[in-house]
């Protein structure tokens, strides 16, 4: 159930992104992603990097909004997660809300374009936000050492590079740091077919007993 302060650190969060909207400064960046479900970027693109230009104000309609910032939000409060690792920061506006829902969760939060860590540092700053700590980099240059200087890990949120082998592999990568009674949530999951497989893949791993699909997110119970 949120409180009013609950709602008043939402909306800060809504108000943040809504400001970040009206703003039509270009930037420039290189996209460690998979672009869109219809790009099919080959391995060697999506590491070398794809040169993009947009506005601020598209970058920052990016991520988790309404009802799914309110369940990222409401999971942080009642499971208050000591460490909590995001890959894909964006704005910064999902590292934000898990902050501010409490305050002694610790997150650790990658971006692999520094001009768009850039964004997401300044709208941290206006939040007030001081448990994120922002991690520049490709995830296959940093999240190595990431988790070895991290772990055990109470909450990963798996939101960046919707590439079907990607996903599976950070899933193997990350799941020897997690703590024992830990959930990883992986965003997107239907976003395209190689997201769906990626999907049934983990299920598979993970035990179909240990996973729930919450919608556009699937998320596994980690004994
Ligand atoms: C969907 S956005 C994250 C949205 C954010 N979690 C939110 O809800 O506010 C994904 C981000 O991941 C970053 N990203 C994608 N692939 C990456 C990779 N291989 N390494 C590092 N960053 C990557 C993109 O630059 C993008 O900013």
């Not at 601020?56 to 499971?79: A, D, F, M, Q």
């Not at 969760?105 to 922002?134: D, R």
């Not at 772990?151 to 960046?160: H, K, L, Q, T, Y």
Request: aromatic share 8%.
């Amino acid at each position: 159930m949120l409180n009013e302060n609950d709602k008043k650190n939402l909306a800060l969060v809504a108000q943040l992104r809504a400001s970040g909207m009206q703003d039509n400064s270009i930037i420039e960046f290189l996209d460690f992603g998979a672009g869109s479900p219809e790009d099919k970027r080959s391995e060697e693109e999506m590491a070398k990097g794809k040169r993009v230009q947009t506005t601020v104000g598209k970058l920052s309609s990016i991520g988790l909004k309404n009802e799914w910032s309110e369940w990222i939000y409401t999971l942080i409060k009642e499971r208050k997660p000591k460490v909590v690792l995001e890959l894909g920061t964006c704005c910064g506006f999902s590292s934000i809300t898990m902050a501010l829902a409490n305050s002694d969760t610790k997150v650790y939060t990658i971006e692999g374009a520094k001009e768009i860590a850039a964004v997401a540092a300044e709208n941290i700053k206006k939040a007030g936000c001081e448990n994120i700590t922002q991690i520049v980099g490709r995830f296959a240059d940093v999240l190595d050492k990431t988790l070895a200087g991290i772990a055990p890990i109470d909450f990963a949120f798996i939101d960046g590079h919707h590439d079907r082998d990607a996903t599976v592999k950070y899933y193997r990568q990350i799941l020897p740091f997690m703590a024992k009674g830990s959930v990883m949530a992986f965003d997107d999951i239907s976003w395209s077919d190689g997201m769906k497989e990626a999907w049934e893949m983990i299920t598979a791993e993970a035990g179909a007993d240990k996973c729930e699909h919450l919608g556009k997110i699937g998320i596994c119970h980690i004994d």
